[in-house]
């Protein structure tokens, strides 16, 4: 369970994130909506601990997240998968999926990589390609994968559906709700896409100008018009 | 308003030409009191700060106005020095001074529109190795052409007559006779007057605006109708017109223009004044040329006296050199004018509180500003 | 013909050490797009590491391991304690540190070393070979210098691609930023890629010096020289860097056998303006557009 209390982040003197308290639950897909500058993409780069907090905290199952640097974060079960992908085009799939896999112990586990191949075997009809060749839809399971690898408790997935075709993202978001069941994955999934998110999530959080504006089930959110309105945009 | 404001000033404060003219009679008197007080070595080692200053004046206006970087100006200043010497082989040569000042000028030109049209799609490191490499070949050239150019030992300079004139007028000034020195002295300050009226004045107008523009945002510039080629290959030629004055001064100064002079470490200090003195301030590359002048006599000195050989002690000044880089770069990027510049205005600020606080974005403003009359203009 | 060929075959050795230098500036380029002017001076002073060794009474291999190894320390303390502070700032700060840099090494190896021309011994004979009665401009030596450069590139390549830190090392250099997220210590990584570049640096510092004479300039053409090659291949490419130092080694002995040695340097800048100009991209690239 990672539970964000109080945190406050931003830059310079423009404040991104004022007072953002939640929690996302063990074995849930949770997520953070709000149009652009709502500070979605601050609130996972300060909990993956690329952005200093200027105050509160973040815990994951009990351990303190803030203030330990981002390197640290795979060993501890959090992944962040940051906004545009984040594949390396210059490794191949296999050093990409490898790289993930030092992340948790230094080694990369054989096992690990059969496990990722059989749950995208795009990746494994193309483990020598460089990534540099995946379409979207391929790099973003790319980079799902590679999270995979280092056996996270807590998956960070930052805009996954940005500038994919319909189809591919409902792919994308079948094949997230299936690992958050069969492997008890906790996601908390950053989306401007509030509807398809809304559709795979069990809980929304809403963020507008750096504030929490609503924080409940995602049925609950879905289901009321004046929010949907006011900041979700559908 | 900028009208009204002027109408309530005098002419030669309003206009900026005017202001840079007085501040330069100022400077003139200044040079001649110093040099007509000074010995025979003070005035030679006068005339190397000027020659350092002229060349460090056009690299500050280079590398601070239009963030460009050159490691060849020592192999330009090369240029001009063997271009005066050529030109003043006997004492008979005749070509008259200014003359010679000029086709010195003009030769480096020449070689630096070659060089800044090659090197205006470079940038950074790009544009720093394609100069260093200027510099490393220059040198190879006059060992080459031996005949002509004198190889290793290099060429003689023959300092003309000084002409009855001069003598003349510097007697009625000084009440004293005009030595050699410091007449070589009085032209090289008077050729860097000159030059720095000219680069200051060219920086206030709008091709100095261009290339503050083309240094703070390219995309915008060009958005604006700046031709980035074109105000980077200006810049350039500026530079090395400067160059090419300063390298004409040396050669009289020294009297001799051969390879050693003109090493790689020339432009690595010439580069070391205009970071000391702020990227793109000439009042700093000035600074600059008087530490590059007379801080090696100071710290050999006190390498001696600690006890180091007359050979180890030489080479205390470019390490002073090399560290102040470094220590500039990590301390104060903006060079020690400019940091100390910013200092005084943020103090200023402070003390006049937040509501003017306008005034500091005045250097970054102007380029936008121009950007956008000079994309008025051209469309 | 025989002139042809010893030209040729004397530039493919010298071309192999402008390989090796060429491949420190872009290891280091790849991974901080820094390029750095001090790889000069600094494989200068660790020559006069492997002298003091020598002058010592030490073997000529106990000085080659100890300028390496001097080479390794020296890159690692310059990229931890001078160039970490500038990694990511302007380039043009990048530049000028490491030119400060230059001069500093320069100045410092001159106090301490001496300002003169000090010979270098050599661990194979400095003559040419004899083959089918006729001497060819290979040396001993050269064919020393041609075997340790590619022994060090095969290590490099195979640390590269087939270790775990190689791979750290290369997911560092081209997205710091995923690889921090991945659990990478980036900034160890640079130390290290820093540190590798710095030994090459050396080695090719070494193999100039040997049977020759070192003085603390010696190495000055020679950054130009790597740099050259480094843009010939692309400046991101360690393949290309080796290609254009073999390339550019030959042209430039062709230039100093045919033409005269003074303008090997002058020859160099017209390559070097001719690549800019034509190809940006480097000789191999695909994509010519690409930005200077």
Known sequence: MLTVTDLSAGYGPVRALDGVSFTADRGRVTAVLGANGAGKTTLLRTISGLHRADRGSVELDGSRLDRVAAERMPALGLAHVPEGRGVITELTVEENLRLGGLGRAGRVDPADLERVYTLFPVLADRRAALAHVLSGGERQMLVIARALMARPTMLLLDEPSLGLAPRIVAQIFELLRGLVESESLSVLLVEQNARSALSIAHRGVVLNLGRVVADDDADVLAADDQLRHAYLGF | MATALRRGRTWWAGSVLGRHLLVALLGLVVVVVVLESASDFRNLQLASMAYLGIAAGGLTVLTGLNGQISLG???????????????????????????????????????????????????????????????????????????????????????????????????????????????????????????????????????????????????????????????????FVVSAAAAGAAGAMMAITVRLAAPSGFTITLSLTLLTAVVLGGLGSLGGALLGAALLTFLPQVVTDLGVDAGLSDIQAAELAPLVYGLVMVVVVLVAPAGLVGTARTALLRRRLQRAGTGTSTSTSTDTAAPTSTSTTSKGTTT | MQQLLNTALGGLTLGMVYAAFALALVLIWRSTRIVNFAQAPMAMVTTFVALVVVDAGHSYWLAFAAALVSGLLLGAVVERLVVRPVEGGPEINAVILTLGLFIVL???????????????????????????????????????????????????????????????????AFNPEVARLLGVRVGRMLTLGWALASLVGSLAGLLIAGGSLVHPAYMDSVVVYGFVAAVLGGLDSPIGAVVGGLLLGVALSFVSGYVGSQLVALAALVILMLVLTLRPGGLFAQAAARRV
């Open chain 3, 106 to 172: 320069h100045a410092l190896a001159a106090v301490v070393f001496g300002n003169r021309y000090r010979s270098f011994p050599a661990p194979f004979g400095v003559r040419g070979l004899e083959v089918g009665g006729t001497t060819i401009a290979l040396t001993g030596f050269g064919v020393f210098t041609v075997l340790a450069v590619l022994v060090t590139m095969g290590l490099l390549l195979a640390l590269f691609r087939y270790t775990d830190v190689g791979l750290r090392m290369r997911a560092s």
């Open chain 2, 73 to 235: 100006h020592g192999a330009l200043m090369a240029i001009g020095a063997y271009t005066t010497a050529l030109l003043l082989d006997d004492r008979d040569a005749g070509t008259p001074l200014p003359l010679v000042v000029l086709a010195a000028v003009a030769v480096t030109l020449l070689v630096g529109a070659v060089v800044g049209a090659a090197a205006a799609r470079l940038h950074g490191p790009y544009l720093a190795g394609a100069t260093l490499a200027l510099a490393v070949a220059v040198p190879g050239i006059a060992l080459y052409f031996k005949e002509q150019l004198g190889g290793e030992q290099g060429l003689r300079v023959v300092l003309p007559d000084i002409p009855t004139w001069v003598l003349d007028l510097a007697f009625f000034v000084t009440g004293q006779d005009l030595t050699r020195s410091r007449y070589v002295a009085c032209l090289a300050w008077l050729t860097l007057i000159v030059t720095f009226v000219l680069l200051a004045n060219l920086s206030r107008t709008r091709v100095g605006r261009r290339w503050r523009a083309v240094r703070d945002d390219e995309v915008a510039a060009e958005l604006a109708g700046i031709r980035l080629g074109r105000a980077r290959v200006s810049a």
